[in-house]
């Protein structure tokens, strides 16, 4: 009887504590229940003012989605607008965020399905319960940046902006190459914004095949398409400082109303 006691307040105390800090959603594509976390802008239900949202993927490591929210809160209302996040949580990140099956990576090839989740499940779930905008940010580092990119390419109507850190276009730079081919012909990238960063001693990964994705870019330089492709010199994967520098650049020209 004590056992089953310590039990059930263990389990309450488990889902009082998580409980606030994840939610989740059931996807028919993935068909699997995926959890995200949400953070909200300080000044959040003090009005009927709407937010950008911030889509933040490989949101398991609660630090780094702290820190991101911590970022959102130093920079919102005076550098750049109020914004929510919204953090996405792993569960087969091979699968989710490669667009192409790879022989050195074990189940991946699903980009196109979690896509499909984050648009057409999680994004009008998210509008549905929350205050939002339709400005949407994607923010993905290294093969969640190659997932940012590829996003970019296929659906671009879905997202606002993206930013890319360290994007391991090297998985699958011909195909990558293909998309941009498709989508340049199209014309179809009006007001929209890319912002790549990495480091100068980066992954080959990333520093074989990115430099070509980008004079593809310069070449083709979109009407309307506004981006910037930064190398942080003496700094290696992920360069620290990609969320903060990305979300100024995507809102350079923003001003405050506090001023």
Known sequence: ???????????????????????????????????????????????????????????????????????????????????????????????????????YMISSGGAE??????????IPFIDKKYQTRDFRILYGRSDSGLFSVYSLLAEPDFFSAWIAVSPCLGHCPAFIDGMADQLFSTKKLLKKVLYIIYGEYDYPLVTTS?????????EENPEGFRWKARIVKGEGHIPVSSLYNGLKFIFSGWESPRR
């Open 1 to 103: 009887m004590a056992l089953v006691l310590i039990y059930g307040i263990g389990v309450f105390f488990y889902f009082f504590l998580t409980g606030r800090k994840y939610q989740k959603i059931y996807s028919q594509y993935l068909e699997e229940k995926r959890l995200f976390r949400v953070h909200l802008p300080e000044d959040y239900g003090e009005s009927q003012e709407r937010y950008p949202v911030v889509y933040l993927l490989d949101a398991n490591d609660s630090t780094y989605f702290s820190r991101s929210a911590e970022i959102l809160d130093e920079l919102g209302g005076d550098e750049v607008p109020g914004m929510i996040l919204v953090g996405i949580l792993n569960t087969n990140r091979n699968r989710d965020m490669l667009p192409t099956e790879s022989k």
């Open 113 to 122: 399905k979690f896509l499909k989740f984050i648009t057409r499940e999680l």
């Open 210 to 218: 990115l430099p070509s994705f980008v004079n593809r870019l310069r």
